[in-house]
T-cell receptor, first 112, second 114 residues
């Protein structure tokens, strides 16, 4: 039973427009959420995170929104750039240690 | 230059052989993890270790074994009991407990059974 789900396996966006990647979770014990970016044949790299006590965190072009009541978070990238093309993973951490549970990933393609 | 290193980058294994994937970190992290990624799929947790000489099974531990004799090292052995070992393997490390910290990943090892 997947505790973290990314229901869109792929997303295509025009350069300069907004990219919105979504993630849903089922475990109400998750207290910290992260987004990772991954290029082929490389390890994921940390992008941005948000604590469950917040509803928004912003870092440059990247903003993560958390809706605890809906158990939903989203990553907004504005403006999108071709270099943003990668697979994005949503991850969640429970309050027992730092073990992360990952979603299935969304492949973002930003077209020039 | 702190980081997490996986070796080798590519590994080929004959059916019936055991192989060991190396993972070393010099970040002084307490926790280390092994994940497996299959094409078009997310990261699935194989094993994790929060302290030296202790480790726990993840979601897909069958056919794998690990050891944690040193804080810096967390090798993964893919045994002949693993029925479908061809995949991309990722090792990660993080601080344990306290304020949330992201996990840092190695560059991965692609294992192919020939």
């Amino acid at each position: 039973d997947q505790q973290v789900k990314q229901n869109s396996p792929s997303l295509s966006v025009q350069e300069g427009r907004i990219s919105i990647l979504n993630c849903d979770y089922t475990n109400s014990m998750f207290d910290y959420f992260l987004w990772y970016k991954k290029y082929p044949a490389e390890g994921p790299t940390f992008l941005i995170s948000i604590s469950s006590i917040k509803d928004k965190n912003e870092d440059g072009r990247f903003t993560v929104f958390l809706n605890k009541s809906a158990k939903h978070l989203s990553l907004h990238i504005v403006p999108s750039q071709p270099g943003d093309s990668a697979v994005y993973f949503c991850a969640a951490r429970g309050n027992a240690g730092n073990m992360l549970t990952f979603g299935g990933g969304t492949r973002l393609m930003v077209k020039p | 230059d702190g980081g997490i290193t996986q070796s080798p980058k590519y590994l080929f294994r004959k059916e019936g052989q055991n192989v060991t994937l190396s993972c070393e970190q010099n970040l002084n992290h307490d926790a280390m993890y092994w994940y497996r990624q299959d094409p078009g799929q997310g990261l699935r947790l194989i094993y994790y270790s929060q302290i030296v000489n202790d480790f726990q099974k993840g979601d897909i531990a069958e056919g794998y074994s690990v050891s944690r004799e040193k804080k810096e090292s967390f090798p993964l052995t893919v045994t002949s009991a693993q029925k479908n070992p061809t995949a991309f393997y990722l090792c990660a490390s993080s601080l344990y407990g306290g304020e949330a910290n992201e996990a840092f990943f190695g560059q991965g090892t692609r294992l192919t059974v020939v």
